[in-house]
């Protein structure tokens, strides 16, 4: 496979550390202002960074030749003006690789005030070659393409930017119901502006859809837990990737919204090893990570699978029971036990090995367990478990 950017999500600066120990080329994050994330928590933490945190970052994926670029991607309104400038002045003096903006407002004030490279948000919904070509001449230096975009459609706009702007697409994750994520819903529903970072994921809700006649109202294909229809498939691309490098993709992005640490390593992990060209199941992999079955490939191929109708619930075919510390200690996430049969989640040989657990110790909020093999720090334990149904109140880590 041509040389290909694979890019992370790093709410945090674990999750930076994570995702490039795992392989990643590059990851992409936000601020506490001007991002599209800026009032996510996830389990008590912010899915954000504070400005210092932003140039520990930046200075961490230096020191490994890598790359991280900060969202500036809200729809602006007339008086976040001043403290953008000043905000992107200081994203400059950090030296980041480069601002994720959606807005033109946003774009010119990045271009007169600043020498920062910039990428068009998928916000943006770049679908054709004559929108790209526009944004070229505004500076743009990468264009993250609208995810409603075909095959035949990103190749065709590829061939028409290439040697002027590089391409990126999403290839995993949650997809968003909204027309490349425009959505007013939560703002209606809970007075929470989803074009400004406050999204609270309505449309992952329990529904009653009911209609009317004879002035009666009557349910729609409800069952017991109500209906789904907003709920979308998650997206997986792990089987086509080498299709999307031949239409002219240069960055592979994972999305990440609400994921633990535990997602950003092991989706990371299983696309550094598909690009690396390595033999093994990649489905069978991607199946070891929380999502909502079954896959989707989006619009990639014109198909029309992207709703699931049944359930808004999260399975996996394992259960993630501890993260490693150093060698045998470990800070456990879920239950683990003397005889249970773990596998190993590593971004070294030792991935996909398993070991029966033959003795626990506790040491304050870590155990220490034997293990024949040397696990290293950030490594990950799991149980396989058929169609375990994830259960987000339990993830610490």
Not at 136 to 148: D, H
Not at 277 to 289: Q, R, S, T
Request: charged share 25%.
């Amino acid at each position: 496979m041509k040389k290909v950017e694979l890019l992370a999500p790093a709410g945090s600066l674990n999750k930076v550390k994570l995702a490039f120990n795992y392989g990643a080329d590059a990851v992409y994050l936000g601020g506490e202002k001007f991002g599209m994330r800026r009032n996510a928590i996830i389990h008590g933490e912010n899915a954000i960074l504070k400005n210092e945190q932003l140039k520990d970052a930046v200075d961490f994926a230096h020191q490994l030749g890598k790359k991280v670029y900060i969202t500036v991607n809200i729809f602006a309104r007339n008086s976040d003006f001043d403290e953008i400038k000043t905000y992107l002045k200081y994203l400059e003096s950090i030296k980041a690789d480069a601002v994720i903006v959606s807005d033109l407002g946003v774009m010119q004030t990045v271009r007169e005030n600043t020498g920062l490279e910039i990428h068009v948000s998928t916000q943006a919904s770049v679908l054709n070659k004559y929108t790209a070509n526009e944004y070229i001449k505004l500076g743009a230096k990468r264009i993250i393409l609208a995810r409603e975009c075909s095959l035949e459609e990103i190749k065709e706009i590829a061939d028409t930017v290439k040697d002027k702007c590089e391409i990126e697409v999403f290839v995993h994750g949650l997809n968003c119901i909204a027309y490349s994520g425009n959505c007013m819903l939560a703002k209606y529903m809970d007075n929470r502006d989803p074009n400004r970072g406050e999204c609270t994921f309505p449309c992952r809700s329990e529904y009653a859809l009911v209609g009317k006649h004879k002035g009666q109202y009557f349910p729609i294909e409800e069952d017991a837990h109500g209906t789904y229809i907003m709920n979308s498939k998650d997206l997986c691309l792990i089987n086509h990737l080498d299709k999307l490098v031949d239409a002219g993709v240069t960055s592979f992005k994972i999305e990440g919204r609400r994921q633990t640490e535990y997602y950003v390593a092991a989706v990371v992990n299983a696309y550094r090893r598909a690009i690396d060209g390595e033999k093994f199941d990649y489905m069978e992999e991607v199946n070891k990570i929380p999502h909502r079955r079954p896959w989707t490939t989006g619009f990639l191929f014109n198909e029309n699978d992207l709703i699931y109708h049944e359930s808004s619930k999260e399975i996996s075919d394992c259960q993630v029971v501890a993260k490693v510390v150093n060698d045998k200690k470990v800070l456990p996430i879920n239950t683990l036990n003397v005889g249970d049969e773990l596998e190993i989640l590593s971004p070294k040989s030792n991935h996909n090995k398993t070991f029966t657990v033959t003795n626990i110790r506790n040491e304050g909020q870590e155990l220490v367990i034997d293990c024949p093999y040397q696990l290293l720090p950030d490594d990950f334990l799991r149980k396989n478990i058929e169609s375990f149904h994830l259960n987000r109140e339990s993830l610490t880590a």
